[in-house]
């Protein structure tokens, strides 16, 4: 496994130094050698206008239903293009995707959100021109008025990093938290994750690192897949001449809240042993500041996480939302 994954980086690195790229149409046509995957749960609304967008420039769609109750997938049951698959039961984000990874066709795996816009051409323009140790691309995601979203990717969440989120505003982090931060990137950058809210990865690596780790219902398994696929010498590259809107737990308070429950839920996961415990402490200094300082939704999922950062703190990982 290490022995090929490192010849494939060897390999791509030969083409970088050569300053190659490859193109990614699909022989015979304009579209891109890739397949889009889209995980719904109760996400109709919006399906629809982004396949239309989506199947102009991509040879196919996979769409997985993580056991709907609003029959979400009803309105593309039988689209031509598109592979509709019905899970039984919600099995979370990175189980669901993995499962429509494995029914995609093309080159690049193009995972998409249903809650994006994306415009006609943004997938054209993300996927092409790529160096061909480039494993991972997104966009820069934005918010309704274009400012630009620190959920984008960031950097390897390490303690300190997580010490910084807990005692700065976010205009003061720069390159020094865990998610991207003022001044943002205008060209082509490397990071060291990226959000899978709009990310293509090359397929065959992937599969290589056999996809997206299951422990993780939702959250953190970006990170976690990004970190993998650089230790086998590929980049990971966020792409802001492409900027998407994202609406980010969009909707309800405890719509919000809940993602941050599982957020940390997924964090302690990934963090094991006594760094657990003092990340656990580190979460629980900022959002213990959030309760008392900030208001609304924040304030709310502030005191919300604080029963979870304590499990942390004893070592645990906290029950799911």
């Known amino acids: 496994m290490a022995t090929s994954e490192s010849g494939g980086a060897r390999e791509a690195g030969k083409a970088r130094d050569a300053g190659e790229t490859r193109e990614i149409g699909a022989a015979g046509g304009s579209a891109l050698d890739a397949t889009a995957v889209i995980l719904i749960h109760n996400d109709g609304s919006r399906l629809v206008p982004l396949l239309d967008v989506l199947l102009a420039e991509v040879r196919d769609a996979v769409v997985v239903d993580n056991a709907s109750s609003d029959g979400s997938a009803a309105v593309i049951d039988g689209r031509p293009g598109v592979t509709l698959i019905r899970n039984e039961r919600n099995a979370g984000f990175a189980a669901g995707v993995n499962v429509g990874a494995r029914a995609a066709t093309g080159a690049w795996l193009l995972l998409v959100n249903p809650d994006v816009y994306l415009k006609p051409g943004q997938a054209t323009a993300l996927l092409s021109g790529l160096a061909d140790d480039v494993a991972e691309v997104a966009p820069l995601q934005v918010d309704a008025e274009g400012a630009p979203r620190a959920e984008t990717g960031g950097y390897e969440p390490t303690l300190p990093r997580y010490l910084v989120w807990a005692i700065l505003p976010a205009r003061f982090h720069r390159g020094f938290g865990p998610w991207l931060a003022p001044p943002f990137p205008t060209d082509d950058t490397d990071v060291d994750w990226l959000s899978g809210a709009l990310l293509g990865i090359r397929r065959d690596v992937f599969e290589r690192l056999h996809g997206f780790d299951e422990r993780f219902f939702m959250y953190h398994e970006d990170i976690d897949l990004a970190r993998r696929a650089r230790r086998a010498g590929y980049r990971v590259v966020c ?61 709310d999922l502030a005191r919300a996480v604080l029963p979870d950062c304590a499990a942390m703190i004893r070592g645990r990982v906290p029950a799911r939302a």
């Open 239 to 299: 792409r802001p001449s492409v900027r998407l809107r994202h609406d980010v737990a969009s909707g309800l308070s405890e719509r919000r809240i809940r993602s941050g429950r599982l957020s940390i839920e997924s964090l302690a996961i990934d963090v094991p042993g006594w760094r657990r415990r003092v990340l656990g402490a580190i979460l629980g200094l900022g959002y213990g500041l959030r309760a008392v300082l900030a208001s609304g939704t924040t304030r």
